[in-house]
């Protein structure tokens, strides 16, 4: 599966994007810990207040991944 990050989620990651192995039935929560566990704890932060899409829809942290779908992590964006 891959995972692309964009504004301060890159920044956290250290990339913007990464392939990602996870077992069958995972979901986009199993997703989460997976990459805060591997990237540390300044991403994991960034990761609790972030949206996300699959496969270019929205996401919930329950709904399930199918196999080589594309998760986008879009952390919150100041404006004015």
Do not use: H
Not at 40 to 54: D, E, H, I, Y
Request: with cysteine.
């Amino acid at each position: 599966m891959g995972v692309r990050y964009f504004a301060g989620a890159a920044e956290a990651a250290g990339v913007e994007e990464e392939r990602v192995a996870l077992p069958t039935g995972a979901t986009l929560a199993d997703l989460l810990a997976a990459l805060g566990a591997a990237r540390g704890p300044a991403l994991a932060r960034v990761l609790a207040a972030c949206t996300f899409l699959l496969d270019g829809v929205g996401a919930e942290r329950g709904d399930p991944l199918p196999a080589g779908a594309v998760v986008d992590v879009l952390p919150p964006f100041a404006g004015g």
